[in-house]
């Protein structure tokens, strides 16, 4: 039988329930599970078996949307995490540790070059920030005996370049270390990163996977493609015995498709305790079952936006991919089918005053520190989700002062362009 659509998985992915049992995904809002004798319950902490001890770690409605989402990336294993950003700290410190040195594009979301700038800093994880733009002797160049995971956003935000996949991970792999890409704003239906030889994928499924506005979370996939004991040297944390459960290698016991999430659950959700609620879950599954009908209506509207954009007289840049004029059009098309999300970046005359008049000329777009929403919202990142970084930082990550975020619904597209500003 043929692989299912993008759509069907959507819809029936990830669970299948059997006879008599709920056809929706149960919330199992529950802290612990009942084992009849301690050698059932000692299985699980030795990893012996499957099953479920303290939801802290793994809970089956989080398993069963996990494996949807690993589905639909085409990933070997996946897990759900409290946050987008939980998710990319993760999917990094699963493969760095004191000592370790990060590459990752500049062009990324605020908070995320935060993370990894500062907090993981303070954590002895060194980071070279590259240009997304930079040649392959560029990004080669960035490269250090102690690199382990080079990082990028398949889309960024909000600058929205986007990322040349193969590009990355053609060097990456050349110096061992796999490529991590944050697939947030295309998700599945858009692009499949693994596809073009990513090898993590993460998400903020806070973003158009929930899709309303109304639960936080995050993402993991693991491809199942990178060879890490062909690498042993590097990841000492999934190639050497893990004294701290059992002296479990990570990598021999789970194989190549098991290994990163099985680590990832077993050692920093035990640790660090980022679980997504099981209610949050079952909300992030409703959006899931739609997502591939609601993707395209949110390009269809920002591809609107910024055609109107890019006429007006006091626009000075529009970034979108799915315009012809936009610098990242063509690996668009390669990447995107030309098209991207609904998400679009305008630059206004005036800068940051002129951007901030602006934002309180609003009526149908509401000012909020959220995107990729079923309703229309809009924000200056340099006085808000950016407002962290330096002229300079911003100036990187092609964020100037007077740049203006629109994240375009599902609403009608005349409405939009009537009534956003």
């Not at 990841?235 to 990598?251: K, M, N, Q, R, V």
């Not at 079923?374 to 407002?387: F, M």
Request: hydrophobic share 40%; proline share 5%.
């Amino acid at each position: 039988m043929s692989e299912r659509s993008i759509g069907t998985r959507c819809v029936q992915g990830g669970y299948t329930p059997g006879n008599g049992e709920p056809r929706q995904i149960p919330i199992i809002q529950s802290t612990t599970f009942k084992y009849d004798t301690s050698e059932d319950m000692g299985r699980l902490f030795d990893l012996e078996a499957s099953g479920y001890f303290y939801t802290r770690l793994q809970n089956p409605t989080n398993d069963y949307v996990a494996a949807k989402i690993a589905e639909l990336e085409g990933g070997t294993a996946g897990m759900l995490t409290g946050s987008g950003q939980a998710a990319n700290f993760f999917a990094l410190f699963n493969v760095c540790e004191n000592g370790s040195h990060i590459v990752a594009s500049s062009s990324i979301y605020g908070g995320t070059f935060n993370l990894i700038s500062v907090t993981m800093a303070k954590m002895g994880i060194d980071v070279t920030f590259v240009s997304p733009d930079a040649s392959e002797d560029e990004l080669d160049a960035a490269f250090k005996d102690n690199t382990r995971a080079m990082f990028g956003e398949t889309i960024a935000n909000p600058a929205l370049t986007v990322l040349d996949i193969e590009k990355f991970a053609r060097v990456a792999h050349r110096h061992g270390v796999p490529l991590i890409v944050d697939n947030t704003f295309p998700t599945p239906v858009g692009c499949r990163p693994f596809e073009w030889g990513a090898d993590i994928v993460t998400h903020s499924t806070t973003k158009y996977m929930d899709g309303h506005g109304a639960a936080v979370g995050g993402a993991i996939v693991d491809s199942g493609n990178f060879d890490w004991m062909a690498h042993a040297d590097k990841f000492p944390g999934l190639c050497t015995p893990d004294e701290s459960y059992h002296g479990i290698t990570y990598a021999g016991k789970f194989g190549q498709g098991g290994a990163f999430i099985t680590k990832c659950t077993a050692q920093l959700m035990r640790d660090f305790g980022c679980i997504q609620s099981p209610q949050n879950a079952f909300l992030l599954n409703l959006g899931l079952e739609s997502l591939h009908v609601r993707m395209p209506r949110h390009v269809e509207n920002g591809q609107a936006v910024a055609e109107f954009l890019a006429r007006q007289p006091g626009v000075v840049h529009v970034s979108y991919p799915g315009l012809e004029s936009d610098k990242y059009h063509e690996i668009a098309l390669k990447y995107l089918n030309g098209g991207g999300c609904g998400v679009v970046s305008f630059e206004i005359e005036g800068g940051r005053k002129a951007a901030e008049s602006f934002m309180k000329k609003l009526k149908l777009a509401v000012i909020e520190t959220h995107v990729a929403d079923a309703r229309t919202c809009c924000l200056n990142p340099a006085t808000s989700t950016h407002r962290q970084m330096t002229d300079e930082q911003l100036a990187a990550a092609g964020i100037p002062a007077g740049l203006i975020r629109i994240s375009c619904g599902l609403e009608d597209p005349a409405d939009l362009i009537g009534r956003f500003g």
